[in-house]
């Protein structure tokens, strides 16, 4: 193996790991993991040219609000999960043809086109972007499509010089990575086109991913009154919130922690939410990396967008011991209290600015119907995942 493909390779390998995140991080290897790449994504953080990069452009912790977004969620799963076994079935074909020595493989999904195994993971990784939809994976995810384009070209340089005829014959009938009639109506025969088509394809995507974002922020189900903006994890909270909220923030043990002129976000969820670990420490229930179904709820997060979306994922990830949040829990609800800083807060959107300091304060469980505080609860400055930039919608 040469060099070039041996660093390409690795290329390949960081670059599932880093967008993985979503998986190592509820597992018990979260610790080791982000002891290495926390403090890179505290330094992107840390920078306002960078700070974009360890944002997120799409919902993760919040139930998509509407119809398109919940589409975009789907999407997300069924690339993943299409790509992957697309990219099974041509591992299969490829290395059965090595073993049994037929020569290049051409048939199958090989008769369309030439490298759809490049294609099948392009596809998987647009949809761990979704899942995942941290604003560097979309920068890694071109960086791999561009490695992906220099590995085809390997393979194709090689399998020219070992099968001449046979592969100069298959080129001609056959597209690089979409049918050979698509690509004779866009040739992109010299280098200068091919880098003009992906400076094109990185504006659309990064593009593209900003104002996903920009979309979601404008139609997350947002209460504000005053210096307070509550967002409703679950839509079907909506209505509680806008019919209960401005009586619960005159709650004597919560209006006497508010200062007047500090912006506060604050999350309106069931107390069994299984994300609020991502909001803020609240205890050691939520951090997921203790507990052990790593597998189980990666599993669930990828195949199940439905029970995602209904807002039943929280009971199937909930620790034991915590009960559905629709059923006894009722009408009771959790309250985060976050500060925001190093943003002017002239609208509700301006809490999610990418530049935006956010800051755990304190939390607060209450019965919304009756208006009774059960309990609250100082909050450390830092997530349950400590300084990592975490999600905040």
């Known amino acids: 193996m040469s060099k070039s493909k041996a660093y390409l390779g690795s290329a390949i390998v960081l670059y599932f790991a880093i967008c993985f995140e979503i998986l190592i991080m509820i597992s018990p290897f979260a610790g080791f993991f982000y002891s290495a790449f926390s403090p890179f994504l505290v330094g992107l953080a840390k920078y306002p040219a960078t700070s974009w990069l360890s944002a997120f452009f799409f919902t993760h912790m919040v139930v998509p609000p509407n119809d398109m977004l919940k589409l975009v969620r789907v999407m997300g799963s069924v690339l993943f999960s299409a790509g992957i076994v697309v990219f099974l079935i041509c591992a299969l074909q490829v290395y059965s043809s090595k073993l049994l020595r037929r020569g ?66 298959y080129m001609e009938r056959t597209g690089m990575f979409l049918p050979r009639k698509i690509e004779n109506a866009v040739p992109l025969t010299t280098v200068a086109r091919r880098l003009a088509a992906f400076v094109v394809l990185a504006i659309l995507v990064v593009g593209g991913s900003f104002a996903l974002r920009q979309y979601t922020v404008e139609h997350l189900p947002l209460w504000t009154d005053s210096n307070v903006v509550v967002l409703a994890v679950l839509a079907e909270d909506e209505p509680m919130m806008e019919h209960r909220m401005s009586d619960v923030l005159n709650l004597d043990p919560i209006k006497s922690r508010l200062a007047a002129n500090q912006p506060y976000l604050v999350y309106f969820l069931p107390r069994n939410y299984v994300m609020q670990g991502l909001i803020a420490d609240t205890g050691d229930d939520w951090q997921l990396y203790k507990r052990h179904h ?20 929280a009971s199937a990830f909930e620790p034991e011991g915590h009960s559905h949040h629709g059923g006894a829990e009722g009408t009771v609800r959790r309250l985060i209290f976050v500060k925001i800083s190093s943003a002017a807060v002239t609208k ?3 809490s999610f600015s990418i530049g935006a300091t956010r800051t755990p304060d304190f939390m607060v469980d209450v019965d919304v119907h009756t208006l009774t505080v059960l309990g609250t609860k100082n909050l450390p400055v830092e997530t349950a995942w400590g300084k990592v930039p975490t999600p905040s919608f």
């Open 104 to 169: 290049p493989v051409i048939k199958g999904l090989y008769s369309f086109i030439r490298h759809p195994q490049y294609i099948a993971l392009a596809a998987a990784g647009a949809g761990l972007a979704i899942l995942w939809p941290r604003f560097l994976v979309v920068v890694l995810w071109l960086a791999m499509v561009f490695v992906y384009y220099l590995l085809a070209k390997d393979e194709e340089r090689r399998m020219q010089q070992q099968h001449p005829a046979a592969y100069r014959d």
């Open 294 to 313: 790593t597998i189980s709820r990666f599993g669930d997060w990828i195949f199940h967008p439905f029970t995602h979306l209904g807002g039943a994922h």
């Open 348 to 350: 509700p959107a301006d």
